[in-house]
């Protein structure tokens, strides 16, 4: 066997796990002890100043800048008694991760002295340089000034690592002007939005409109793991984090057996490391399995206030990756690691509440209920309206590998929403609302165990957007993915839509208002249906007719990502001040000069891959048919020399394959504007890679294969 492949699975076999007693129990007071969270505060700060705060915190009010050095300093007080000696503005730029530039509570006082401070203007803004984060045009190379601003929602806390302690302080990013620069910035936009058009549309329903408005978030996160050694042996996932070739193994996930199956031990020990990490942070996480693809995984939060959420998600992305390597792991999040078997997604579970109300939880009166129809048909018409926006959101050059298969969505933007419910949009576009299916409970035919309640609809696993009970389930975002791009779209777009409600709701007298709200609604539902669908949508039917019902699908990112800059979108932003029209320009420059680096990346890896190591080894293995053939042509032995032949045939064709197929990836990287031909290019060079490797002899074969990287841990 290849030495380098012999000597990564001989690695991966001498691995030990760490003793289990490394990890002290964990306790519910350890809970969130790396975070200065609220009540923390509330304890360290004057009632006064806390109280300002909490105006901030939780009634949107502006930051009151006389109690910045308050916080500064009790904040930092409880960062140095954590073992912090550098302080920074956590922010998330456009690049898709996180950034920080770390500053030192030191402050020289002469005379060989010095002190630890941090002052309320240190905590409030930071400048860090601009020039080199992606900005779409926003910012020229020479203009490097941009501003980091204290986002005081999201609470400060602690990063560790393995000789010392960071106090991590989020924050917006923005550009010179104020250009937004980030994706906190048009998430807390986006927010404020909403809850305006909640509160409008409640007053119409007879409420003062004066509760809270909080949109929650659930993100599951799927990833895979492998062992360190395979990765450092694979020099596509090192550069792009998927494998450019590779033949899937007989035996992948047909069999499903490893969805939900007994966690291995080495697994289990990250997964409990991690989950200690992620607590300490005060990030909920609470369900852990194994997923439906070998070496897949993934990890659930309880719900939390969105941009808090998306907080959290970011950081647990980073939590799996720091982790896995102390276990001798590498975590896998982008979308489609390896072909043939599922992707991984980034399931977003979103919801809205008034008060203390779930506005997506069918209520046990009238009134109630009348509230969730028309929120839910406002979302059925904000989705209808703006699926391609919805689609833009979960634009990648990952996610396109994903989208369309194994258990992830197509491209192709619809909503599920039960057969209870589809019932009773049925009847209220017929006119009319007497009765609805019931839940009601199943029996299952075992004495010994009760009926067990049924919720109102059923799960659809191929759906993007399903309704799950109190929810609705965004399923296209991929693994890699911030959730906040997604979550501005829908914040503004169901923000749209309900403020179109409510205008509607003014208009009507209050003696009229429940059959003009039935009138309504029959309207909204006859004009929008068409994106409701709660069949297989993978289905070619269902591709047959969404194109019926004019539904847009944007099968790659390119395609998609035009919606960021139409027109009637960029009217859409600047209406509601989500985005102006330069930051949603500036968007599109990013992720479309994203996407066309990556496919050339992959292009020219592809490429020297091909050359440098397959190439090579189909070489070496038609050199010894060719020697073996040789001497068996001198003999007189029959058997097996056409044996001999046809493999080496077989080896020589596929030579001839891939070198030509590297001609024509070549021709298609020289092109100024070639990604889609570079992926095309790929594709093929892949086609015929795959097959040889079925076909040279296994001692031969340089990379780790599948059944190695999935199976072996």
């Not at 109280?51 to 949107?60: P, R, Y």
């Not at 489609?336 to 399931?347: C, E, L, Q, R, W």
């Not at 997506?360 to 309206?385: E, R, Y």
Request: net charge neutral.
């Amino acid at each position: 066997m290849n030495s380098d492949r012999k000597n990564a699975i001989a690695s991966v076999l001498a691995h030990e796990d760490g003793a289990e007693s490394e990890l002290k129990p964990f306790t519910a007071e350890d809970y969130g002890i790396d975070v200065f969270h609220f009540t923390r505060m509330k304890d360290r700060l004057p009632k006064p100043v806390y109280q300002k705060l909490m105006d901030t915190v939780g009634e949107g009010q502006p930051l009151d800048s006389t109690i910045a050095d308050a916080v500064a300093h009790a904040m930092k007080e409880w960062a140095l008694e954590k073992g912090a000696t550098h302080y920074t503005h956590w922010f998330q730029p456009l690049t898709g991760a996180t950034a920080e530039k770390h500053d030192s509570f030191l402050d020289p006082v002469g005379n060989g002295q010095a002190i630890l401070s941090f002052s309320g203007k240190n905590l409030i803004v930071s400048e860090p340089d601009a020039s080199s984060f992606p900005s779409g045009g926003i910012r020229s190379t020479f203009e490097a000034r941009g501003y980091t601003a204290w986002d005081p929602t999201s609470p400060a806390f602690i990063k560790r690592g393995r000789n010392g302690a960071t106090l991590c302080i989020p924050t917006a990013f923005c550009a010179y002007a104020g250009e937004a620069l980030d994706k906190k910035t048009p998430l807390l936009r986006s927010m404020q939005t909403l809850s305006k058009a909640v509160k409008r549309l409640m007053m119409c329903f007879g409420d003062d409109g004066t509760k809270n408005v909080r949109v929650t978030l659930g993100p599951e996160q799927e990833y895979f793991l492998i062992d360190e050694s395979f990765y450092y042996a694979r020099p596509d996932l090192v550069q792009t984090g998927r494998t450019l070739f590779g033949a899937p193994p007989p035996k992948h996930q047909q069999l499903e057996d490893h969805y939900f199956g007994a966690i291995k031990p080495r697994i289990l020990a990250f997964m409990t490391d991690v989950d200690s990490n992620l607590w300490k942070l005060g990030i909920p996480a609470k369900t852990r399995h194994n997923e439906v693809a070998p070496a897949q995984f993934e990890i659930a939060p309880v719900f939390e206030e969105l941009n808090l959420a998306v907080d959290h998600n970011m950081l647990l992305m980073e939590v799996l990756r720091r982790t896995a390597e102390k276990h001798g792991l590498v975590c896998l999040l982008h979308e489609k690691p390896f072909t043939g078997i599922n992707g991984s997604g980034k399931h977003n579970n979103w919801s809205l509440t008034y008060g203390n109300v779930n506005l997506l939880n069918p209520g046990s009166d009238p009134h109630q209920n009348a509230i969730f129809l028309t929120t839910l048909c406002a979302i059925v018409m904000a989705i209808d309206k703006h699926s391609d926006l919805l689609r833009t959101s979960t634009a990648s050059a990952g996610n396109d590998h994903r989208l369309g298969a194994n258990e992830a969505p197509p491209a192709i933007i619809s909503i599920f929403i039960g057969e209870q419910l589809a019932d009773i949009i049925d009847q209220i576009e017929k006119g009319s609302l007497k009765s609805s299916k019931q839940a009601g409970t199943m029996r299952i035919g075992v004495d010994t165990l009760p009926a067990l309640p049924r919720d109102s609809t059923d799960r659809n696993r191929t759906s993007p957007f399903a309704f799950t009970s109190n929810k609705f389930e965004f399923r296209a975002p991929g693994s890699s993915q911030s959730c906040a791009g997604c979550n501005v779209i829908l914040n503004t777009i169901i923000a749209d839509s309900l403020n179109e409600v409510a205008g509607e709701l003014e208009k009507l007298p209050k003696a009229g208002f429940n059959s003009g709200l039935q009138e309504l609604l029959r309207k909204i539902i006859k004009a929008h249906k068409r994106i409701i669908f709660n069949g297989d949508n993978y289905s070619t039917a269902w591709k047959e007719e969404a194109a019926r019902r004019g539904l847009p699908n944007f099968p790659t990112t390119p395609d998609a990502l035009k919606a960021l800059v139409a027109p009637a979108n960029i009217a859409l932003f600047e209406k509601y001040g989500v985005f102006s029209r330069v930051e949603a320009h500036s968007r599109y420059e990013i992720f479309t000069e994203e996407y066309h680096r990556k496919i050339r990346i992959e292009g020219e890896l592809s490429l020297n891959m091909a050359r440098t190591i397959f190439l090579p080894a189909g070489s070496k293995q038609l050199s010894e048919l060719a020697k073996t053939i040789a001497v068996m042509s001198g003999t007189d032995l029959k058997a097996g020399f056409s044996t001999q032949k046809a493999m080496a045939e077989t080896i020589g064709r596929l030579l001839d394959s891939i070198h030509a197929e590297c001609g024509r990836l070549e021709k298609a990287l020289s092109l100024r504007d070639g990604s889609a031909k570079i992926v095309d290019s790929m594709a093929a060079l892949r086609k015929s890679v795959d097959f040889l490797e079925k076909n040279v002899d296994d001692e031969l074969w340089p990379l780790p294969k599948y059944r190695e990287m999935l199976f072996i841990s």
